[in-house]
T-cell receptor, first 112, second 114 residues
């Protein structure tokens, strides 16, 4: 069945530390991946994306790594801040459809 | 408006009642999506519109669910004869173009069926 899963449901870090959130995907035909951040009571917010022909992409304080060999995606957040506390979802796009398939999410808690 | 607007923010329905959820996408956005998010889960795709055309409704869980976008802007998701398992947050998202997947989500409508 469809599945984009996450290794850890929760992650707790200290302010200033780097955070790494992992995601495993199941469909090797997926061509595009996105990380979303969702705060309580809000819709998912786009963070960063990566196409399947890339291994790494960097944004402001965030980096996404894609390992197609093991079908693994990670989001790295540098110098994590309390405002980064949220649930993070990876999502994949599969060719032939317009929809995104989301994982279950990882709840990130940043301790001051 | 500046973002995707959904109304109402909260809806409590008695089992068997019909509900209608509204989505106002960002002006000019061609693509519009509806997702359902159960508590503690990731969003799940329901349906997709390109302008007024509903191109994919494969995620609608039953024939009680119906969506429309008659003029290619505002969309309505209707659920007939609501059941308790319909309780969830219903998210709408829009994007400027086809195949632009970093779309903008609204804050959702939380539906509780009692």
């Amino acid at each position: 069945g469809e599945s984009v899963g996450l290794h850890l449901p929760t992650l707790s870090v200290q302010e200033g530390d780097n955070s790494i959130i992992n995601c495993a995907y199941s469909n090797s035909a997926s061509d595009y991946f996105i990380w979303y951040k969702q705060e309580s009571g809000k819709g998912p917010q786009f963070i960063i994306d990566i196409r399947s022909n890339m291994d790494k992409r960097q944004g402001q304080r965030v980096t996404v790594l894609l390992n197609k060999t093991v079908k693994h995606l990670s989001l790295q957040i540098a110098a994590t801040q309390p405002g980064d506390s949220a649930v993070y979802f990876c999502a994949e796009h599969r060719g032939g459809s317009e929809k995104l398939v989301f994982g279950k999410g990882t709840k990130l808690t940043v301790n001051p | 408006g500046a973002g995707v607007s959904q109304s109402p923010r909260y809806k409590v329905a008695k089992r068997g009642q019909d509900v209608a959820l509204r989505c106002d996408p960002i002006s000019g956005h061609v693509s519009l999506f509806w997702y359902q998010q159960a508590l503690g889960q990731g969003p799940e795709f329901l349906t997709y519109f390109q302008n007024e055309a509903q191109l994919d409704k494969s995620g609608l869980p039953s024939d009680r669910f119906f969506a429309e976008r008659p003029e290619g802007s505002v969309s309505t998701l209707k659920i007939q004869r609501t059941q308790q398992e319909d309780s969830a947050v219903y998210l709408c998202a829009s994007s400027l173009a086809r195949r632009s997947y970093g779309y903008t989500f609204g804050s959702g409508t939380r539906l509780t069926v009692v």
